[in-house]
C-alpha cells in the first residue's frame, strides 16, 4: 500500500490576463525558488485548454530552452516549485497537477500539509479511485471531480470541506484563476496587480520581481475567484482562529517579503536584538551563518555592540544542503556550501549565529570549521526556541526522534556541537520579537501544541510526541 506523502514546504504563483502569463509565471517562480528547489512546473490555459511543462530541477534547468514557453500558450498561468522529502522526490510528483474530468480539465499548486489526506485517501481507494501521485494534493483533485456542484468555486468549497490542515492552492481551469488559503492561514499567500493583470504569490518577493502592486494578503480562509468578472472573494468555510507559521519568520521566507502583515528582514533583525538581551555574552565579532543567520546577527551585533563580521563565505551556487534527501549528500554539503574568512576568524572570540538547530549536524560541522580556522572561543547562538517537535503543517522538520532538542538537553547539545557556550532564544522573547498582538502564530515545532489536530500515527506515538512531559 502506497502511504499519501506531506507536500512539505513548495511555493506557488501564478497570473491572470497578461499575453506572456507562462514567462510572468517563470520570473515568479525564480523569485520563489527558495521554497523549493526539487522540482518545479508550469501550467498555462489558452481559454479552451490547459499546457503543462513541468520537471524534477531548479526553474532555470527547468525552463532553459525558451522554445518551452511556445508550448505554454495562453493569458493566465499558475506555477510551483517543490521541495519534499525522501520517497517523494520522484518525477511523476512534480506539480502542478493537471487532470481532465467531465466538467473539463484543472490544474492545481499547492502549499502546505494536509493532515488527514491518508484517511481521505483511503476512503476514495475503497469507493475504486485510483491514485496517480503519491502527493496529498491528489486527493483534493479527487474530491472536486467528485463533486456534482456546479461552479468552480462550489466545487472547490466541496472539496476542501473534508481537508483539513495547511494549504495554499491555486487552481486553474481553462477560464478561471482560483486561490485559496486554509482557515489557519498556516502559510502565506498575497494579490498582486500588473496593470490589468492580477498576480498570486507565496511571497511578495515575486510580486517585486514583475514590478506587480502589492494589492494585499490573502486571508486566512479566504476564496479568491479571478476570471472575467474580475476579483472576488469568499469566506466558505467555517471561521477558526488564524494561526499562521512563525516558523517562516525565523526561516523559510524570504527577508525582502512581507508575510502576515511583516517584513521578514525587521522580524528577524529584532529576533537578533532580542537574542543579544537573552544572551550576553563576552566576544570579539558576532558572525552569521549566512544566508538566513544574517538579519539576526545584525540585530545581535547593534544590540550588544560587538562587531558584525562576514566569517563564512557562502557558495550560492549550490542549493540549501538540507534539502538533499540523503544524509550522506548532507554532510558533505555544509562543507561545500560554507569556508571560514580565517583573517577574520583568527584569534578571535567568535559569537555565531544561525536560526535553528534541526539535527545538529550543521552546527557541529561550522563550530569545527570556525575553530579550525583559528578561533580562540566560538559561542554558537540560535534566534529561535529549540525545534522540539515536528511540524505536520508544511515545513520539512524530521520526526522527534531525528529532532536533536527533544531528546537532549541544551548542555548535552552544545557538547555535541562542540561550541564554548550554546544559547537559543526563549519562546516569551520570540513572540515578543516577532510582535505578535493579537494572532496566534502557530509554533508547535517549539511548543507541541498543534492547532489543527492530525490522526495518529503510530511511529510518532511510539516516540512519545503524544505523552508530553
Ligand atoms: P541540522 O544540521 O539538521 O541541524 O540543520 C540545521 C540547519 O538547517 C540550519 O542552518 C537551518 O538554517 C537549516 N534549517 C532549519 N530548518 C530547516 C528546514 N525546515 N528546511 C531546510 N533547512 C532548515
Known amino acids: 500500500m502506497k502511504f499519501v ?36 512546473g508550469i501550467v498555462s490555459s489558452d481559454g479552451m485548454y490547459l499546457h503543462s511543462h513541468k520537471s524534477m530541477g531548479l526553474v532555470a534547468d527547468v525552463f532553459e530552452d525558451e522554445e518551452i514557453f511556445r508550448t505554454l500558450p495562453g493569458k493566465s498561468a499558475i506555477g510551483h516549485v517543490r521541495y519534499s522529502t525522501t520517497g ?93 488559503r486554509d482557515p489557519n492561514g498556516f502559510r502565506p499567500l498575497c494579490l498582486g496587480k500588473r496593470g490589468d493583470s492580477y498576480v498570486v504569490a507565496s511571497e511578495s518577493c515575486a510580486l517585486d520581481l514583475l514590478e506587480a502592486q502589492f494589492v494585499r494578503e490573502i486571508e486566512p480562509g479566504e476564496v479568491v475567484v479571478i476570471d472575467k468578472d474580475g476579483v472576488n472573494s469568499f469566506f466558505p468555510f467555517k471561521k477558526v482562529n488564524p494561526t499562521p507559521c512563525i516558523f517562516e519568520f525565523i526561516y523559510f ?77 548532507r554532510h558533505f554539503g555544509v562543507k561545500i556550501k560554507l569556508n571560514p574568512v580565517k583573517d577574520i576568524i583568527k584569534g578571535k572570540r567568535v559569537i555565531v549565529i544561525d536560526d535553528s538547530i534541526v ?23 540560535i534566534s529561535a526556541p529549540p525545534t522540539d ?49 493579537n494572532t496566534d502564530f502557530c509554533r508547535a515545532c517549539f511548543s507541541g501544541d498543534y492547532p489543527v489536530e492530525f490522526p495518529i500515527r503510530l511511529p510518532e506515538a511510539q516516540l512519545g510526541l503524544f505523552n508530553k512531559e
Open 359 to 381: 539535527r545538529g549536524t550543521t552546527s557541529r560541522k561550522i563550530v569545527k570549521m570556525i575553530r579550525s580556522a583559528g578561533a580562540a572561543e566560538v559561542h554558537t547562538l
Open 389 to 437: 517537535y515536528p511540524c505536520y503543517y508544511g515545513i520539512d522538520t524530521p520526526t522527534r526522534k531525528e529532532l536533536i532538542s527533544s531528546s537532549h538537553t541544551i548542555e548535552e547539545i552544545r557538547k555535541y556541537v562542540t561550541a564554548d557556550s550554546l544559547g537559543y532564544l526563549s519562546v516569551e522573547g520570540m513572540m515578543k520579537a516577532v510582535g505578535t498582538g
Open 253 to 329: 521566507a524570504r527577508p525582502d517579503s512581507y508575510i502576515f502583515g511583516k517584513n521578514v528582514y525587521m522580524v528577524r533583525k529584532e529576533l537578533g536584538r532580542q537574542l543579544a538581551r537573552e544572551n550576553k555574552i563576552e566576544a570579539d565579532i558576532v558572525i552569521p551563518v549566512p544566508d538566513s543567520g544574517v538579519p539576526a546577527a545584525l540585530g545581535y551585533a547593534q544590540e550588544s555592540g560587538i562587531r558584525f563580521e562576514f566569517g563564512l563565505m557562502r557558495n550560492h551556487y549550490i542549493g540549501r544542503t538540507f534539502i538533499e534527501p540523503q544524509q550522506s549528500i
Open 5 to 40: 506523502r506531506p507536500e512539505e514546504e513548495c511555493g506557488i504563483f501564478g497570473v491572470y490576463n497578461h499575453p506572456e502569463a507562462a514567462n510572468l509565471t517563470y520570473l515568479g517562480l525564480y523569485a520563489l525558488q527558495h521554497r523549493g528547489q526539487e522540482s518545479c
Open 88 to 180: 517523494s522526490s520522484v518525477s511523476k510528483n512534480v506539480q502542478p497537477i493537471i487532470v481532465d474530468y467531465s466538467r473539463g480539465s484543472i490544474a492545481v499548486a499547492h502549499n502546505g500539509n494536509i493532515v488527514n489526506a491518508q484517511m481521505i485517501k483511503d476512503e476514495l481507494e475503497a469507493w475504486g479511485s485510483i491514485f496517480q501521485t503519491t502527493m496529498d494534493t491528489e486527493i483534493i483533485v479527487h474530491l472536486l471531480a467528485m463533486s456534482k456542484a456546479n461552479s468552480l468555486l462550489d466545487r472547490i468549497t466541496e472539496a476542501l470541506v473534508r481537508v483539513e490542515g495547511a494549504y495554499c492552492l491555486l487552481f486553474l481551469s481553462e477560464t478561471q484563476m482560483v486561490a485559496v
